[in-house]
Every structure is written in structure tokens, then in C-alpha cells.
């Protein structure tokens, strides 16, 4: 059993930065893809970011590719998203979910826990 705790969200202005923190159970990191999902208001939960297991592949959505990134601290067994350049349209609710498939897709269906999200609100 995975368990998935993200912290991290609150308001903030266009333009500005979060950091949000993904805290999972001991030795998530060396079996499972780490990725992180966003759902706005009104809107399908869609795939923002993640990390392979190895830590060596990461990948992003293209709507935050270059404003976005990816990290994790081994030593804490956590995962971050770095969140630069904010805009209204990253508002919404960021989930942290794992896949144990090694065939890798960034399909809701395809991780199998989740935590129980964090809120972002950016301002105009």
C-alpha cells in the first residue's frame, strides 16, 4: 500500500511560485513512477508532471514545460513541483499519483494511488 500526502498549495498572484511537496511511504521511489495531476473546476483531472523511479526521465505537460519542475529528495521520500510563473489558468487542485506499470502512461486510469490533493489558486 502507497500512501500520498501533498502539501504546499495556497494563493498566489500571477507571475508568482509554489513548491509543492508529495510525501510517500518508504521506498516508493525505487518501484514507481511519481507524477503529479492537476483538475480545475469544471474539468477533466489531466496529467502536469512526473519523475521515473530511476529519477534520470522526467516529464511535463506542455501547457507548464519551462515554468514547471520536477525533483525528489530520496533521503525525505519526497517529490516536488517547483511551480514558477503562475497564471489563473493553473488553478485548480494538484493530486500526487503513482503507477506501478513499467509501461508508462500518463492516463488517470493507469495509477493505481493517489493522494488526496493540495489547492492552487492563482489570482489576477
Known amino acids: 500500500q502507497v500512501q500520498l500526502v501533498e502539501s504546499g498549495g495556497g494563493l498566489v498572484q500571477a507571475g508568482g511560485s509554489l513548491r509543492l511537496s508529495c510525501l510517500a511511504s518508504e521506498g516508493t521511489f525505487s518501484r514507481y513512477y511519481m507524477d503529479w495531476f492537476r483538475q480545475a473546476p469544471g474539468k477533466e483531472r489531466e496529467y502536469v508532471a512526473g519523475?521515473?523511479?530511476?529519477?534520470?526521465?522526467?516529464r511535463y505537460s506542455d501547457s507548464v514545460k519551462g515554468r514547471f519542475t520536477v525533483s525528489r529528495d530520496i533521503a525525505k521520500n519526497t517529490v516536488y513541483l517547483q511551480m514558477n510563473n503562475l497564471n489563473p489558468e493553473d488553478t485548480a487542485v494538484y493530486y500526487c499519483?503513482?503507477?506501478?506499470?513499467?509501461?508508462?502512461?500518463?492516463?488517470?486510469?493507469?495509477?493505481?494511488?493517489w493522494g488526496r490533493g493540495t489547492q492552487v489558486t492563482v489570482s489576477s
Open positions: 499519483a503513482v503507477t506501478s506499470s513499467n509501461d508508462w502512461s500518463p492516463s488517470v486510469d493507469s495509477h493505481e494511488w
Open positions: 519523475l521515473s523511479w530511476s529519477g534520470i526521465i522526467t
